[in-house]
């Protein structure tokens, strides 16, 4: 209300509170009036305000009548809570906005006023922030995601464990919880939500329940996280990783276009585990059933991650296509970040509707190939809209020049053409492409926990205690859930586990996805 208010363009008052600036300032100034003197000196009076017009854009801010409006109320407030219009981008996912990205924004507000001044924007960097302050832009610094992500940041950057913050990535998945209606959580920091629940500390747990060893095969998300917390709890690890890096899927995801900071969800882990004489790491080791049971661990936990599928399943349609091919022709998101990639005019089919479709679509325009972008949802990734980056996507992809079609799925294709089929009348339409990608859903590669599985049927002399699939290896999911999956196994070994809490937490974190 007050934002209408101020704004000229809303509000179309008479009196003495609309038409000139000092007037549609007039509501404002009278609030701020009364509260101190409601709140006499019990309490500070902050002012939370945009420093831009609505018709700033990245890269040309307004703040003309703005900056008015602040020295107008400029002594008036103890403290400016400061922060801008477009909440796509003061809210903005990594991906298209950079860390502490309001201050081209907001840099003048300092100068008009006498009072303390804080701001947001995602600040993950120390440097970063103390910058800020350093150069009279802010005296405090917000930090609301990167505080999610690592609660302790404050006492790390103060006592000098720099490298010991878990650094937010930008993600949004904190945010999606408001659409989504499940509780906050967080893909660094995966106590998040379960610390009054659990008992889960984000810097504190247990000690081991015991002396035995414990095997995780797998560095991705899911098995570094795990490997992590079981280190830290004390246990013996030996971590197997069948290339020659960790990181799984996010050191493959993040070499992709704008999420180069999702690497930190792997760095991060990779760190803490370096330091920890009783985690072993061996690269380049793809165990078979055999080998892993001949290690003779106590503990078994199979990390081996997902695969994405190319026969057009997806979440609408639940059947292969049946008419899809040639092999040659066909890739999914899996072949373009090995390198595999399609020539000539391409189709994406995106029936996934989260960040990967679109993703894609610009690698491939990046190289030079003409793009469709085909999906069966009204909007171009839907789901992007839960982490407040979907409008922003639609933009990247009308800027590129890719063709969106949508409300359409993949019906079939031979190599020169594809069928498309309305997702409501079932029509049906031909369109030239010489490649398709398909960007539908994962299955698990668990062939190795159903082979050791088959193996220890009957046999008595190397049974270990426990044999585990954690993460996308036992249902494919975001990179948060993958390594909250890691990070409950380590908490829950050789525990009691309250079993109805945790079912009931289960049924909500996965329902949205």
């Known amino acids: 209300m007050l934002a209408h208010f101020l704004d000229a363009r809303t509000n179309t008052r008479s009196d003495e509170y609309g038409g000139s600036l000092e007037n549609r300032v007039r509501l404002v100034r009278e609030l701020i009036e009364e509260t101190r003197e409601a709140v006499g000196d019990r309490c ?14 990245d890269e040309n801010p307004v703040t003309s009548e703005r900056r008015e409006m602040i020295e107008m109320l400029a002594e008036l407030p103890d403290l400016w809570d400061v922060n801008i219009q477009d909440y796509s981008r003061e809210m903005g996912a990594s991906r298209f906005i950079g860390e ?12 008009v006023t006498s009072k303390p001044v804080v701001t947001v924007g995602r600040f993950t960097s120390p440097d ?13 610094i917000g930090a609301a995601r990167p505080s999610i992500a690592d609660p302790f940041l404050p006492n790390k950057i103060e006592q000098g464990r720099i490298d010991e913050i878990r650094e ?36 504190k747990i247990a000690p081991k329940g015991s002396d035995s060893s414990v095997l995780v095969v797998g560095g991705g998300p899911a098995g570094l996280e795990a490997a992590r917390a079981l280190g830290q709890r004390g246990y013996h690890v030996l971590l197997a990783e069948a290339e020659h890096t960790l990181g799984g899927r996010v050191s493959r995801e993040s070499e992709l ?16 585990i370096q330091h920890m004489p009783n985690v072993e790491i061996y690269f380049d080791n793809r165990l078979d059933a055999k080998q892993v049971l001949a290690i003779e661990a106590q503990h078994i936990v199979i990390a081996t991650g997902a695969r994405w599928l190319a026969d057009g399943r997806g979440l609408h349609r639940v059947t292969p296509i049946a008419e899809l091919g040639p092999a040659e022709r066909l890739f999914t998101p899996d072949d373009i970040m090995a390198g595999r990639m399609p020539e000539g005019p391409t189709l994406v089919y995106d029936d996934d509707h989260y960040y990967m479709g679109n993703v894609i679509a610009e690698l491939l325009c990046s190289k030079g190939i003409p793009v469709t972008l ?15 980056e979907r409008s922003r996507v639609q933009r990247r992809m009308m800027g590129l020049g890719v063709n969106i079609i949508t409300s359409h799925s993949l019906a079939a294709f031979d190599g020169r053409e594809a069928q498309i089929e ?36 009957g046999n008595t002399e190397q049974r270990p205690n426990s044999i585990t699939r954690i993460g996308d290896c036992e249902a494919p999911s975001i990179i948060a859930g993958a390594v909250y999956s890691g990070h409950r196994y380590a ?13 009931k937490y289960d049924r909500v974190f996965f329902e949205d996805r």
């Open 44 to 57: 500070a009076v902050a002012v939370r305000f945009a420093a831009d017009d609505e018709a700033s854009s």
């Open 100 to 111: 502490g990205s309001l201050e081209a924004c907001m840099s003048y507000v300092k100068s």
């Open 128 to 140: 970063r922030m103390v910058s800020q302050v350093r150069r009279g832009i802010v005296d405090f």
């Open 168 to 203: 937010c990535i930008g993600c949004n998945i904190c945010y999606s919880g408001d659409s989504t209606g499940t509780p906050i959580r967080c893909t660094q920091n995966p106590t998040m939500s379960e610390e009054w629940r659990l008992g889960w500390h984000p810097e």
């Open 257 to 272: 276009p704008g999420l180069g900071e999702w690497a930190r969800v792997r760095n991060y882990r990779v760190h803490q």
């Open 374 to 388: 085909v999906t069966a949802e009204t909007i171009v990734s839907a789901w992007s809209a839960k982490t407040g």
């Open 422 to 457: 309305c997702s409501y009348s079932g029509k049906r339409e031909t369109i030239g492409a010489e490649a398709v990608v398909t960007v539908t859903m994962r299955e698990p590669i668990d062939g190795l926990f159903h082979e050791v599985k088959r193996l220890l049927e």
């Open 491 to 503: 908490r829950e070994l050789d525990t009691h586990v309250d079993a109805d809490n945790r079912m």
